[in-house]
């Protein structure tokens, strides 16, 4: 049973462009969330996906935006990237068994570097 | 977002125990507490949650105190592997998203 898995492993970018990263939740999940995390740093939350939509959203501009398909998996999109943008960028699934039990299972993440 | 406080870092033994010790002081009476452990260049890694009684799982011990405002997770025998950095995370009452810390350096000597 593949767990969670993110594409790609690594992205270089220049300021100003725009990236898409995959995310494949692990077998039976249907919550895909995504994450940021800077060097040193713990990780942030960008926003979570469920039955396709938005469900809850961190402190994060609009120039993050994300999708949910029908498989649960997920895509997240930043635009007008920004120097400040590079950190590793964490997917993690989940199944709703209740909501204040949730277990978060991350994938690898994928390494963001804005040049 | 509730906070919790853990110290930066910590240094432990090969099979030794080790107690991961963390403050909640403002947790309300819905959050559960969640532990997660990232090890070098890879994702977080659940470990253990409880609400109110003490945890055990194959991985660790929660250890929580009556009063709520702190808890302990405790590795019972350190191996090198167990070298990461620990969060401990409360998860708010109708929320689902995890708030990270910047957790405690798990350092094991052989």
């Known amino acids: 049973d593949a767990g969670v898995t993110q594409s790609p492993t690594h992205l270089i970018k220049t300021r100003g462009q725009q990236v898409t990263l995959r995310c494949s939740p692990k077998?039976?999940?249907?919550?895909v969330s995504w994450y940021q995390q800077a060097l040193g740093q713990g990780p942030q939350f960008i926003f979570q996906?469920?039955?396709?939509?938005?469900?809850q959203r961190g402190n994060f501009p609009d120039r993050f935006s994300g999708h949910q398909f029908p498989n649960y998996s997920s895509e997240l999109n930043v635009n007008a990237l920004l120097l400040g943008d590079s950190a590793l960028y964490l997917c993690?699934?989940?199944?709703?068994?209740?909501?204040?039990?949730?277990?978060?299972?991350f994938g690898p993440g994928t390494r963001l570097l804005v040049l | 977002d509730a906070k919790t406080t853990q110290p930066n870092s910590m240094e432990s033994n090969e099979e030794e125990p080790v107690h991961l010790p963390c403050n909640h002081s403002?947790?309300?009476?819905?959050?559960?507490i969640h532990w997660y452990r990232q090890l070098p260049s890879q994702g977080p890694e659940y470990v253990i949650h409880?609400?109110?009684s003490n945890v055990n799982n194959r991985m660790a011990s929660l250890a929580i105190a009556e009063d709520r405002k702190s808890s302990t997770l405790i590795l019972h025998r350190a191996t090198l592997r167990d070298a990461a950095v620990y969060y401990c995370?409360?998860?708010?009452?109708?929320?689902?998203?995890?708030?990270f810390g910047k957790g405690t350096k798990l350092t094991v000597n052989p």
């Open positions: 993690a699934s989940s199944s709703v068994i209740s909501k204040w039990e949730e277990t978060q299972y």
């Open positions: 077998s039976g999940h249907d919550t």
């Open positions: 996906y469920y039955e396709e939509e938005e469900r």
């Open positions: 403002t947790i309300s009476g819905t959050d559960y």
């Open positions: 409880g609400l109110t």
């Open positions: 995370i409360l998860l708010q009452g109708g929320s689902e998203k995890l708030v």
